[in-house]
C-alpha cells in the first residue's frame, strides 16, 4: 500500500482485475491465472440473479445466469469459486450490494472451513481476512439499480455489517462507498463527491445511533470506510477531485465524528476507470483513454488510489477475454514497475492551478452536500427522487454536448475515418461469448443441491432470520447460520424480502430538464405532431428493461429525449419480465417498444417480448432493442422480427427519435 512510513520508493497499489463468469469452477481457473501473472488482488464480478438475489432457477433469472459475473448461490459455490486460494492470505475485493451480507457470511464460513482444515484458530484466521464488500446500497438506487429491500431496512443490514466485522472481521472493508457509478449515471465531480459523501454520512450516523459501536469504536469505524471512484478521462480535473474528494473526508470525519487519528481519517479508496467512456467505435482508441484515466489517480501521492482495477479495451463490444484482461494489468504493472511514479512526494503540492480547481469542487461539493442534509439526508433524497432527477439531467446535458460537438469522442463524432482494425479481423473472436449450456448447468445444479442437504436445518435458520429479522438484533451471526446450512442466495432474500418487502426506486425521467431549444429537437417534434394529427392520436413510446440489467442510465436518456420530441413516455423502471412489458404495451396501446439490455441477455429476453406481443394480437407493434450487442447477435435479433437494433456507436438520440418517427409511420401505412 502506500504510505510508507520511510522515504524510499512507494509500494505499488493492489493490482484487481474485475472478472469472474459462467461457473465457480471457470471463474476460479481465471483467478488462479490472474494470480499467477502477478495481479495482486482478487475482485469477484457476481452474475445478476446473485446481484439481485435470484437463484438459477427463478423466472427473472432466465437469460442472465453467468452472463456479467460468476453465479454464486450457496456455500458449495463459494468454496469452489476459492478452492486452492488461501481466504487469510488473500485480498478480495466483492461488488456485492443488496445481499452482500449473504455473500460475505459465505466467504466468511467458507474461511472458517479452511481454518478448521488445517488446524488453526479460526479467530485467528478471520483476523488476518482482507478485503472489501462493496455493500453501498444508495448507489443502486440512483444508478446500478441491484437494489431488493427499501432503503430502511437495506441501511440497517449495512449497519448490522459494519457493527459485526469491526468486532470480528477487523481488517475487512465492509463497505465500499461507490462514487464510480455516479459519474457513468451522470454526475459532475462536484456531484460525484456531494453525493458519495452523503451516503458515507447516512452510513455512519446509522452505525453510531445503532449502539452496536462504542463511541471509542467510532475510529475503527472510520478507517475501515472505503470508497470506490471513477477517473474520467479529463485527468487533471479528475486527479484535482481526488484532492477535494481526500480534503472533505479528513473534515468531515474529524468534526462530525471526533475522529483525532489523521491516518483513520485518511480518503482509502480503489478506482476503476470509466467504462462509460469506452467506445464502440474505433475501440483501440480505449487503451490510451485507459492509460491516462489510470494517471488521474495514481500521479498525486496524496491522494493516490490504494487499488486499481482497469476495464479491457473491447469492454463497449462485450465480455473481454483472458487475454483483453492481461493487456489491462500489463498497463498498471508499467506504470508501477518501469516509470519513476513512486520515487517522488506529491508533484502537484504548491501548484496554484490545481489547488483553484480543488477549491471550486469542495466549495461546490459543500453547497450541495448541505442541500442534501436539509432534505433529511441521503435516504430521503433518493426517496423523493431529488439525487436521481439531478443525475438524470446532468447526464442529459453531457449528452446533448456530444451531440452538438462541444465534447469531442475522437473516433466518435470527429475523426471518424479509419482503417480496418487487425484487433478485430475477420474470423477473430473479439469478445468473451458465454454457452447456453452454463445456465442449465446451473439449474441443474441447484436442484441437485436442495436434494442433497439438511433441509430442516435449512428451514430452522430459515426461521430464525425472519425471526430476528423482525426484531433490532444484529443479522449477521444468523445469516451464516444460513449459510453453514446449505440455504441458497434465493432463500435468504426471499426470507428477507417476506419481512421487508421490496423496492422500486424513482426512475428521475419525470423531473428531468428539458431538452427545449435544440432545433434539431424542435424539427422531430413538428414531425411528431404531424403523424399525431393524421393518426388522430398521440404517439405512445414504451421504454422497457427486461431481465436483470439494472444500468438504466441509456433507457432513461431515451425515455427522456422521447418525452422532448413530444412522444408519450411509458418508463416503469428496470427488472421486468418479457410478459410485464407486453401487458404494459397493449394496455398502454403504445405504438413502439424499445427495449435496452446491457447484460448479454438479449438474444434471450429481447425475442421474448416480440412473440408475446403478436400472441396479444399486437405483432404490428414495432419493437427496437438497444445495447451491448454484438453484430452477430444484432443480425439474429433481425431475423427473429426486431425492427432496429442501436449500439453504443448510435450515439444522436435525436437522429435515433427521428429513425423511430419514421418507423411508427412505416408500420401505419403513412407516407
Known amino acids: 500500500m502506500p504510505y510508507p512510513t520511510d522515504h524510499e520508493r512507494d509500494r505499488p497499489w493492489v493490482m484487481r482485475t474485475y472478472a469472474g463468469h459462467s461457473s465457480a469452477a471457470a471463474s476460479n481457473e481465471l483467478y488462479r491465472r490472474n494470480l499467477a501473472k502477478g495481479q495482486t488482488g482478487l475482485s469477484v464480478a457476481f452474475d445478476l440473479p446473485t446481484q439481485t438475489g435470484y437463484d438459477p432457477d427463478h423466472q427473472l433469472s432466465r437469460g442472465e445466469v453467468g452472463k456479467v459475473g460468476v453465479p454464486v448461490s450457496h456455500i458449495g459455490d463459494m468454496r469452489r469459486l476459492f478452492d486452492g486460494i488461501p481466504l487469510a492470505e488473500a485480498n478480495t475485493s466483492m461488488t456485492i450490494n443488496a445481499p452482500a451480507m449473504w455473500l460475505l457470511a459465505l466467504y466468511v464460513s467458507v474461511a472458517r472451513e479452511q481454518a478448521e482444515a488445517e488446524g488453526r484458530d479460526v479467530d485467528e484466521v478471520l483476523a488476518k481476512l482482507t478485503g472489501t464488500t462493496q455493500n453501498d446500497i444508495i448507489k443502486e438506487y440512483l444508478s446500478r439499480g441491484t437494489y431488493i429491500f ?28 461507490c462514487s464510480y457509478h455516479l459519474q457513468e449515471a451522470g454526475a459532475t465531480p462536484t456531484q460525484e463527491v456531494a453525493y458519495a459523501l452523503c451516503t458515507a454520512i447516512a452510513v455512519l450516523d446509522a452505525v453510531r445511533d445503532s449502539g452496536q459501536v462504542e463511541q471509542a469504536d467510532m475510529a475503527k469505524v472510520v478507517a475501515r470506510i472505503s470508497f470506490f471512484v471513477n477517473a474520467g478521462v479529463r485527468f487533471v480535473e479528475e486527479m484535482s477531485k481526488m484532492r477535494a474528494f481526500t480534503a472533505l473526508w479528513d473534515e468531515i470525519t474529524r468534526d462530525r465524528y471526533g475522529v483525532t487519528d489523521p491516518k483513520a481519517r485518511r480518503l482509502r479508496y480503489g478506482v476503476q476507470v470509466n467504462s462509460l467512456g469506452l467506445t464502440e467505435a474505433q475501440p483501440e482508441n480505449n487503451v490510451q483513454r485507459i492509460v491516462l484515466e489510470m494517471l488521474a489517480v495514481s500521479l498525486s501521492r496524496g491522494a493516490r488510489a490504494r487499488a486499481i482495477q482497469l476495464p479491457a479495451w473491447n469492454e463497449a463490444l462485450g465480455l473481454p477475454r483472458p487475454w483483453d484482461q492481461q493487456w489491462a494489468l500489463r498497463m498498471q504493472q508499467v506504470l508501477a514497475f518501469e516509470t519513476d511514479l513512486l520515487e517522488y512526494e506529491d508533484i502537484f503540492d504548491g501548484s496554484h492551478v490545481i489547488q483553484a480547481k480543488v477549491d471550486e469542487i469542495m466549495a461546490g461539493a459543500r453547497e450541495e452536500i448541505a442541500r442534501v442534509q436539509d432534505l433529511g439526508g441521503a435516504v430521503a433524497a433518493v426517496e423523493s427522487g431529488y439525487m436521481k432527477s439531478q443525475l438524470v439531467t446532468s447526464l442529459a446535458e453531457y449528452r446533448r454536448g456530444m451531440e452538438n460537438g462541444e465534447r469531442i469522442l475522437v473516433g466518435v463524432n470527429k475523426f471518424a475515418t479509419t482503417e480496418p482494425s487487425p484487433l478485430q479481423a475477420e474470423g477473430a473472436k473479439a469478445i468473451e461469448t458465454i454457452d447456453p449450456a452454463v445456465e442449465k448447468a446451473a439449474v441443474t445444479a441447484i436442484e441437485e443441491w436442495r436434494t442433497g442437504r439438511d433441509n430442516d436445518a435449512v428451514e430452522r435458520s430459515l426461521a430464525a432470520l425472519k425471526e430476528r429479522a423482525q426484531t433490532t438484533e444484529n443479522l449477521f451471526e444468523a445469516t451464516v447460520d444460513c449459510a453453514r446450512a446449505g440455504v441458497t442466495t434465493g432463500e435468504w432474500s426471499g426470507a428477507l424480502r417476506e419481512v421487508f418487502g421490496e423496492y422500486r426506486a424513482p426512475t428521475g425521467v419525470s423531473a428531468a430538464a428539458a431538452g427545449n431549444g435544440d432545433p434539431g429537437i424542435e424539427r422531430v417534434r413538428e414531425r411528431v405532431r404531424v403523424t399525431e394529427a393524421e393518426l388522430g392520436e398521440r404517439l405512445r413510446i414504451l421504454v422497457g ?62 425475442p421474448n417480448v416480440v412473440d408475446g406481443l403478436r400472441a396479444a394480437g399486437a ?43 419514421d418507423l411508427v409511420r412505416e408500420r401505419n401505412g403513412l407516407s
Not at 551 to 561: P, T, Y
Not at 589 to 603: E, F, K, T
Not at 645 to 650: M, S
Open 545 to 606: 428493461k427486461p431481465g436483470l440489467d439494472g444500468h438504466s442510465n441509456g433507457a432513461e436518456q431515451v425515455a427522456v429525449r422521447a418525452r422532448d420530441v413530444g412522444f408519450e413516455v411509458v418508463y416503469q423502471g428496470i427488472r421486468l419480465t418479457p410478459e410485464q412489458i407486453v401487458a404494459a404495451a397493449v394496455q398502454e396501446g403504445v405504438h413502439v417498444v424499445g427495449l435496452s439490455v446491457l447484460s448479454g441477455s438479449h438474444l434471450e429476453v429481447v
Open 150 to 177: 427499501p432503503p430502511g431496512p437495506s441501511l440497517r443490514l449495512i449497519t448490522d455489517m459494519i457493527a459485526w466485522t469491526v468486532h470480528h472481521v477487523p481488517k475487512w472493508n465492509p463497505i465500499n462507498i
Open 619 to 661: 405483432g404490428d407493434v414495432p419493437v427496437i432493442v438497444g445495447g451491448i450487442i454484438p453484430p452477430d447477435d444484432a443480425a439474429l435479433l433481425t431475423e427473429r422480427g426486431i425492427a432496429r437494433v442501436f449500439t453504443p456507436k448510435d450515439y444522436e438520440l435525436t437522429d435515433i427519435m427521428a429513425g423511430i418517427v
